[in-house]
Each structure stands twice: as C-alpha cells, then as structure tokens.
C-alpha cells in the first residue's frame, strides 16, 4: 500500500554520488543528516560510506571498493571530495 503523501521526514538524510577507484559510481547513497552537522561538513559521510561498503562486502563474499570521491547530489561537481 502506499504512503500518504508528506509522510516521510524531510532532511532526515542527504544523499550522495559515489565514485569507485575502477570507475563505476553509485548514485543516491543515503548518510543520516545528523552525522554532517559539525564543522567537518562531509567528511563524516566517506567514513559512513567506506562502512556501508564494508558490511555490503561482507554479506555477499566480495571485497570493498576503494572510494575515489563523493560528492552531494545537488551540488556542483568542482565540490567533490576527494580520497587521499
């Protein structure tokens, strides 16, 4: 059944484009809003990332791929965070 309209929180989560070391990217990755509160602004949201990924991994026996870069769906693409 579906849901009324309004239902959903908003700005529960913000998403994110992720962008992999072998080129492939994931689009809309959800990261709790709360996490990017502080001064760090997104960096909170690749440490929550690089886990999501770890426990995907783990539940269907492959390895993680290292993340290039993240970057807010919305934002423009010069704001990209980078991995070091």
Do not use: C
Request: proline share 7%; net charge positive; no cysteine.
């Amino acid at each position: 059944m579906a849901k009324k309209p309004g239902t959903n929180p908003k700005g529960e989560f913000v998403l994110f484009d992720v962008q992999y070391e072998d080129g492939s990217q994931r689009s809309n990755r959800r990261v709790p809003a709360e996490l990017l509160a502080g001064l760090e602004k997104d960096e909170p949201a690749l440490g929550f990332l690089i886990e999501q990924d770890r426990d995907i991994a783990e539940k269907s026996g492959r390895t993680p791929l290292a993340i290039k870069s993240i970057v807010r769906v919305g934002a423009k693409p010069k704001k990209a965070m980078n991995v070091k």
